[in-house]
Every structure is written in structure tokens, then in C-alpha cells.
């Protein structure tokens, strides 16, 4: 297979694709004919496929992306596990939030006819693929599974960065809908920045996932908003991940702080969506000779695309040239084994500032992605607490404190819980386990709309419309709000849980 | 009370008025200060304050609106049982929606440290009330109620059709949120068209609820998502409720669906964002003397606001300038009763068209604010199905059919589902009973945004925000998301229902 093969897809395939996944939508939402048990056989026969060629893949998307064939071998792991934990919640049921209220003679406002409630799929919906997970947050990956979980047709539009792998993974994602007796347009595959523009405000798409930059993404917010009939667009743009120390933290584990801090910073070579960019230390921390070592022997790899590359030097520069900012160590870049039209590798870099440099200067609280970060260093509780709430919207923010810190801790999780969706304890905001209770997501700028996840089981509620039926005979009703039950639901019915 | 007294709200006002919701989000986002429970009281408490003062309210909005002190007292009780239902809803906790996932030692994906996620307030929220619902999408209505219950600060912009029933019902939230100790900046009232704009714009305000004109909305919807940090704006703006009749239907009660119909568009004036705006007969139904009598014996009441009787005179210009269109009938529109600046009365009007007419001119199925609608008949059903097709996106459908269109019935709901939150089945669209399966939204331009509802215990979602702790120590989660459960929540913990 030849990249030149992989050509940037017209206006017209894009519209007939839409077209598709409209035809297509009716009959995934038809619960008869697709019952939550039929969705969840598609999503394991695709989880199958996925391992079944994990090692193929792996070696596309190294060959692609340069993220070594470990971790991509993993990656692979991660997208079937989160394909089949999907495949529960289906099979679970309880996403489609049956309400029953049967209806009530009632003197006044309490009269009420009979009344039946559920989730239903919002319609198909365009998926935009991600340069730094080429499995996890591409084309069969988070936003595609929860789609798919939640009976929605999937148009995704590949990133740039890895076309090879997006399309061998299309195939199987194909062949696995083919499987499972899915209609055509229930899945497909474009390429190209104006299929990108063109999917969003095309009137069959119904809904929009994003993972990328906050320029890119605010770009097709606005296209979204703008639109006559505006759609739901859940972007995950850019966030700072700030990790917060307590003094005593710094004295009870110090040289450990400092080496997972780097860990975490250059994990990926910095191109997580939940690198901390920003470590809040006290002022004479003496971790600086810790962090310089951990930041030399850190192993500099390829960016991935040249794109990140150019901008992750742009921000850097950025950072370097704020007011109060000193450079703390920097890696050297290693030579550069990239082949034509890749990115060359990048050496961490680590800055320092005081904290109230950081919170004047708002660009320091700016993602910039790759592997680099800046320690902040404060004066006092007070002043922590302050930077703390000054902070702008992240996916993740990390408290390392110790057992008597009570106060600290308490101010700062105060602080902290409306400024991030997930907290993390004495750890690092990079990892995200794909799992019920999973939080993906933030204020702005980390996402468009901070009331949603996309990774977890709750991610399907992005795609999935309530509709009430009143007053309906019960043989015309969807089986899962009939009182018989045939689908084997867990419901509200008459205000309690159905037993 | 006298209305200059009621000035617009100034700039600086509503800044410092947003500056003091933000103040008084945190406390009462905090479970432990306010735990459900004290939330409840809240609300019961200013159910409790209207139930008193009921007679007063009605009076002063009936003098404001001309809606009648009957139909305003029963306005009341919904309103109050409203606050009351949403009290039972907080109170059974399970809109925290708690998820508990304990740590799992595992290799590979499945590993996971301990994570716990639950739902919080998003922050303050703008709500922007309803001319024609003085009480219940009022200053205390719906999305006040829904906002308070999840813990958000309000500030409404008043509507200003009510003015003086907004001040005094204002100065009883004012006083229950006293009475049950919440934090300064808890609630407050705005006036004027500027204030209205300046509130969305405000980056203290997170979330926006709007029910009104589409023209307002859009403007209103625009601005929110502008904002260099967007915020979800739910705005529930213009729907055609259509209503489908069989031929079966119309042979076995014509004449009750002739007087069921006009009774649906004629109450309130036609005042309301459920009238049926579409009425699909058969041809040669047969019906036209039995609906030119009931509109002709409508009783013409006066318009909410000298605007929206232009508007309603305005919209029915255009309906009755196009193409296919006849006049069925037209009630005389009584005399004007109105004091100065209060909007003289209208009477009902009717047309008729054919349905291709319909579907293939946009406006026909654009929602004309009064006592005014359109009979289009169709040739058979496969037109009335492609008209249901044609349909935008509507609040709530109508059918009417018998046991024997067991056919038709079912490709009606097919296609319905997809266009409205709510389908009645032998019934109207006019009618929304508050109740746990109650959905009141809709695709656009119904809403602006067709997953949630703005009726309903599930109203609530859209004022929450989740956040996940991982690996916090228990002394320092939210009493929700503790093993211990202090506040006897339900929860999802390790994948299962909590028994």
C-alpha cells in the first residue's frame, strides 16, 4: 500500500457517505431489529478483528508515527478492551435510561397521562481522529465505539499523521460491520482538511467528536454553531494538567516526585493530552538538580507529524521568552532518523518561574504539546491555593500531599474539582483507565463542553436523544419501554427502580 | 408597586450580581455545607412561599398578561408541585449520578487505580424567562428550579411581559433562599434587553437557559458560543407540534378531533410552544364545518405583549400569502379590552392546503406564536408518511389513529421519533405534565439542543458537570463518593448497582 494511494476524498464521496449514514441510521435505532444485544456482538466481532491483527497494525502505525511497537501493541489492547467494556454497557442496558410513569388521575398538576421515556441514537456522526493515539482516539477508537455503542452511524475523517493505518483499520471496522449484518453507511473513512470542514456542517450529521489542537477545534466548533440547525460538537482541545506539591510532599519523597514528574512530562515524548504542563513546587524545593537529571537521561524520540513538531518549537520559544521564565535542563534532540516528510525528534526541556509570574502571564497556562513543562515555584499555601484558582479548564490536575496537610489539601480540592474533570491523588494526570467512573474531559479550553466524557461507558450520552411516548398501545411501543419487559431493562418506573 | 419603578438592570449591577452567584457557587456546591437535603428544603420552602401568596401572584399577572386568574392559580400549583417533585429528586440522590470503580490489579488495560465520579453543579446559571408561561417558565419556574435543585446560583432576566409578577415572586425566592440560609448571590432578578445580552457574555455564567422566540434565541445562542469560553446555551425556541390524522381516525370521532383540535391551538390563545401547528387530514375528511364552527365559537382573548401580536399577525400574513393556501375560518377579534400598552385580543384563524403545499414550502411548517394553524390534507399515506418525513424538528407529534392502521401507526412512530421529544399518541401536543418520564425538547429549531429536557427531574443534567477523584484518601472524597455512603446514595460501584 502507497500513501500517494490514499487520496484526499472528494466532495461528493463525502456527501454520498453522509447520505449513507442517514439511510443507515433508521435501522440501527430500530431496537427490534438491532437490540442492545446486536450492537454489543458488532463491538466484540470488531474487538476480535482488532487483536487479531494487533501486530499488523502496530507495525503501520511505528512505521507511521515512530511510537515504537510496545506501546502500540498496547494501544491495540486498550481499543479492544474499551470496544468490549462497551460491549457491556450495551448489554447492560441502563444507558438507555428507561423512565416509565404510568399514567395518574389526579385533581391538578399532578394528573398525568401515561408517559414512557428513553435514549435513543442522535443519528450518525462524525468522528475526527487524532494524531497522537492511532488507535485509542482514531478510527476505531473512544468516540467511534461509543457511536457505534449508541446505534449511531460513524463517518471518520482520518488524521493526517498515520493514513495507512487509518485505512487498514476502516477494513476491519468494515468487514466487522459487514459481520454483524450492519446496514451499508453504518461506517466509513474520509481523508482530507475539507472533508473535515464539509462533514461538520453537512444537515445528515447530527453530532461531532473531536480530539486535536484548540485551533483546529475551535475552527469546527464555530463551523458546528454556525450552522442554520447547529449540532453538538464535543471537541477535547488543549489542557495544562496542573500538578500541585505540598512542601512536605517535597520532604517526605522528593527524588521520586521529580522523576515521576518527568516520567509523566515525557511520557510519549509529551504528546498526551494529560502531559502536566505546569508543577507547582515551594521555593527551595532543591528537586532542580533531580528534575535536570531525570530531564538529560530522558530519551528524546520523533514528534509525530511535522506539524506538532514546528509547533511544539513555536511554544517552547513562547515559554523561554515570558517574563520571569529560567530554563531548568534541557535533553539534547538526538539525531533525527526520520524519513521523508516525518518529524524530527525533540529533547524534553524544562523551564522554571516563580508562580506568580505563571498566573499573570496566561500563555504559561497554555498546552503547549510535547516534551516540555514548567515548574512553578510559590512562596506559600496561600499563594498555591491562588495559582490553583487561576488555573484555566484541564482533562486532569494531580495533588501530591502528605497526611498532614489536611488544610492544604482540603483548600486545594476545593478549588480544583470545578477546574478539571478527574483529580488525581499523589500520582500524574497521564493514564487514563478506560472504566465506568472514568471522567474524560473539562472546562474550557480542555473540552467544548465540560458535562461530558469521551472515554468511559458515560461517553455514549453525547449521541443519545430522550423520547417520550404518551399515551402509546403498548404493541406499538419500543420493547424496551413495554411494562413486559421483553429486553430484560432496568428502568425508573412510577419514580423507583424497577425491582 | 409601580411599573417605572422597574428599571433595566445596569451594567455594573449585573456584573456585581454575577460576581455574587460566583461567590456563592462553591458553597453551595459543597455537599457537605449543602447536602441534598438542605437543597430539598430550599425548594419546598418557595413552593411553600408561592402556595401562600398564590391569590397576590395570579392577580398581578393577570393584570400584566390578561391570562385569567383561573388558568394562573392552576399555574401556580404547577409551578409549586414542580419545585416540590424537584425537591423528591434531590433527595433520592441518583441525579449525582455516583460511580465507584475500586483499584483492580491487572496486566494490561483492565488495571485501574481507584477512581469515583459523580455529578456537581456546573455553576451559575442565566435563565431567561418565558412570556407565556408567567409562573412555570417564569422567575421560578422550570429551569430555576431545575438550576437551584443541582446547586447552581441563578440570575434570571426577567421577561418583560410580567414585570411586576417577576419582582414579587423574585422578592419570595429572594426570601426562601434566605430562609433556608443559602449564601448571598444565590438568586437574583434582572431587567432589560441589554441586561439580557451582558449575562451571557459574562464569564461567571456557565450554562444558559432560554425559553422564547427563535429570533431571540439564536441571538442569545449565537452570543454563548462566541465566548472565547463557550457555554452550553439550552434554548427551546420554535415548534410546529404537527398532528397526523388516519382516515380511520376521522371516520370513527371526526367531530371530536374537529373540536379536540381547535380546543389544542385556541388554548391560551395559541399561546403556547406546543400548539399544534399542522393538522394532516385525509382529503375529503369531511371536518371543514365542524372546525369552522369551533373557531368561529372560540372565545378571542388578548395577545401577551403588543410584540408578539404583531408577531402573530405578521406570521399569519405569511401563511395566508402562500401558495395552495384557503381560509377554512376566522373568529372576529373582540374587542380590545387592553389598558395602554397591552396588547389588544386575536382570534383564531385557520387555513388550509393541500400537503404537498406544505411540505415543499418551509415556512408552512415554522411556528406562528397564536391562535392560529393549518389543515393540510393529504392524498394517501404514503403522503402523509413523506410529510411526517418532511417535518423539522418539533417539542411534540400528535397521531391519531385507530386499532386497525396498525400499519401506517407504525411508520409514523418510525419517522416520528427522530423529529420530535414527545409523541402523543390520541391526544394533543398541549399538555406537559411534570413527572420523572416527562421530555419537553427536541431537535432544531425546537431546541437548541435535542438531548436534554428543560421539563422533568432529568432537567437537571443540564447544569452538571462530573468530576472523577482517583486515589483519594476517603477522609478527603465527598461524602457521596465515600465506601461508607453518609448520604445513602445509589451508585454504580465495581460495575453493578449498589443493593
Known amino acids: 500500500m502507497n500513501e500517494t494511494l490514499i487520496a484526499e476524498t472528494s466532495a461528493a464521496e463525502v456527501e454520498s457517505r453522509c447520505r449513507a449514514a442517514a439511510a443507515a441510521s433508521a435501522e440501527l435505532a430500530d431496537l427490534a431489529a438491532w437490540p442492545p444485544s446486536r450492537r454489543a456482538s458488532l463491538l466484540l466481532g470488531l474487538a476480535a478483528a482488532l487483536d487479531a491483527s494487533a501486530a499488523e497494525l502496530a507495525g503501520l502505525a511505528d512505521a507511521e508515527t515512530g511510537l515504537g511497537s510496545g506501546r502500540l501493541t498496547g494501544e491495540v489492547a486498550r481499543t479492544t478492551w474499551q470496544l468490549q467494556l462497551l460491549a457491556d454497557v450495551v448489554a447492560d442496558g441502563a444507558f438507555l435510561e428507561v423512565i416509565i410513569d404510568h399514567a395518574r388521575a389526579a385533581e391538578g398538576p399532578q394528573a398525568r397521562p401515561d408517559l414512557r421515556r428513553m435514549l435513543q441514537p442522535i443519528g450518525p456522526v462524525a468522528v475526527y481522529a487524532a494524531a497522537n493515539f492511532p488507535f ?83 475552527a469546527l466548533f464555530d463551523l458546528a454553531a454556525s450552522r442554520p440547525d447547529p449540532i453538538p460538537f464535543y471537541g477535547e482541545l488543549g489542557s495544562i494538567n496542573p500538578v500541585f506539591v505540598t512542601a512536605a510532599a517535597v520532604a517526605a519523597r522528593g527524588a521520586e516526585i521529580a522523576a515521576g514528574f518527568v516520567g509523566s512530562v515525557t511520557l510519549g515524548n509529551g504528546q498526551f493530552c494529560t502531559k502536566p504542563g505546569l508543577l507547582f513546587l515551594p521555593a527551595g524545593h532543591g528537586l532542580a538538580d533531580a ?189 424496551a419501554l413495554q411494562d413486559a419487559n421483553p429486553l430484560g431493562l432496568p428502568a425508573r418506573v412510577d419514580g423507583e427502580a424497577r425491582g
Chains 1, 2 share one sequence.
Open 136 to 218: 485509542a482516539f482514531s478510527v476505531a477508537g473512544g468516540d467511534t465505539a461509543a457511536a457505534l455503542a449508541a446505534g449511531c452511524p460513524v463517518v471518520v475523517k482520518a488524521h493526517p499523521g498515520h493514513p495507512r493505518t487509518s485505512q487498514r483499520t476502516a477494513e476491519l471496522v468494515l468487514q466487522a460491520c459487514r459481520d454483524a449484518g450492519a446496514p451499508d453507511g453504518t461506517f466509513w473513512l474520509v481523508h482530507g482538511f475539507e472533508a473535515g470542514r464539509q462533514l461538520v456542517t453537512d444537515p445528515r450529521i447530527k453530532a461531532a467528536a473531536f480530539t486535536g489542537s484548540p485551533r483546529g477545534g475551535r
Open 291 to 479: 528534575l535536570a537529571e531525570a530531564v538529560r537521561s530522558a530519551r528524546p524520540a520523533r514528534m509525530l507529524t511535522p506539524e506538532i513538531s514546528d509547533g511544539f518549537r513555536s511554544g517552547a520559544r513562547d515559554i523561554a521568552d515570558a517574563d520571569g521564565i529560567r530554563l531548568l535542563a534541557a535533553a539534547p534532540d538526538g539525531q533525527a532518523e526520520a524519513g521523508p516528510g516525518q518529524a524530527p525528534a525533540a529533547g524534553a526541556v524544562l523551564y522554571t518561574a516563580p508562580a506568580a509570574d505563571v498566573t499573570r502571564q496566561p500563555r504559561l497556562a497554555q498546552e503547549c504539546f510535547g516534551p516540555t513543562s514548567v515548574v512553578a515555584e510559590y512562596r506559600d499555601e496561600d499563594e498555591l491555593v491562588e495559582a490553583a484558582a487561576a488555573m484555566p479548564g484541564s482533562l486532569a490536575v494531580a495533588i501530591h500531599a502528605e497526611p498532614g496537610d489536611e488544610q492544604v489539601s482540603r483548600r486545594l480540592l476545593e478549588v480544583l474539582r470545578s477546574r478539571a474533570g478527574r483529580i488525581v491523588w499523589n500520582g500524574w494526570p497521564t493514564g487514563v483507565a478506560v472504566t465506568w467512573a472514568m471522567q474524560h474531559g473539562g472546562p474550557w479550553p480542555a473540552t467544548t463542553g465540560s458535562i461530558h466524557t469521551s472515554v468511559g461507558p458515560t461517553a455514549l450520552r453525547r449521541f443519545l436523544v430522550p423520547v417520550t411516548y404518551q399515551g402509546t398501545p403498548a404493541h406499538l411501543l419500543p420493547g
